[in-house]
């Protein structure tokens, strides 16, 4: 759920939203610089109220890189009577969140929903400075040289699996 700073404790755990972005063709993941860490990792940011997650992660790849992403989900079902079937996030992990004093917030925790996208490499990337310091197309290879934070290379590898049945 969505928390603004006058309701961020040191207990709350809110969610957010990330893509593992690849350009199947080119072997490449999406990757920005996270201004508040120094260090690459997935796009992604808060779940708006009314967002669902899928939602709020294609929004935070565009908004953080002018990207336009598609999530990726294999087959799916479709549940009659239902208006959308949402797609699942591949995984959910928790991270803690470090303190914003900026912005009156404590250390904390990301609840971060992750799906599997696609897009294409060759396309412009446009960055939100007010929230990331860059973004980069990264050959799957490299992310174990790259700065990037401990949990791109092995999840990187198990979506890139996952979504082409190909081990990296």
């Not at 709350?12 to 610089?33: C, E, K, Y």
């Amino acid at each position: 759920m969505f928390a603004d700073s006058t309701t961020v404790h040191a207990f709350s755990r809110h969610f957010t939203a990330s893509a593992v972005v690849f350009d199947p063709a080119a072997g490449r993941v999406l990757l920005i610089d996270h201004k508040a860490s120094g260090l690459r990792q997935f796009p992604g940011g808060h779940v708006d109220p009314d967002e669902t997650g899928d939602e709020a992660a294609i929004r935070e790849v565009r908004e953080e890189t002018g990207v336009a992403a598609t999530v990726w989900t294999p087959g799916g079902f479709v549940v009659p009577g239902a208006r959308r079937t949402h797609p699942t996030p591949f995984m959910v992990a928790e991270f803690p969140a470090p303190p914003k004093p900026h912005k009156g917030e404590p250390a904390h925790h990301h609840i971060d929903l992750l799906y599997l996208a696609t897009a294409d490499s060759t396309a412009p990337i446009t960055t939100q400075p007010a929230e990331v310091d860059g973004a980069v197309w990264l050959p799957l290879d490299d992310l174990t040289t790259a700065n990037v934070r401990a949990d791109v290379p092995p999840v990187a590898a198990a979506a890139w699996q996952a979504m082409t049945g190909q081990a990296r």
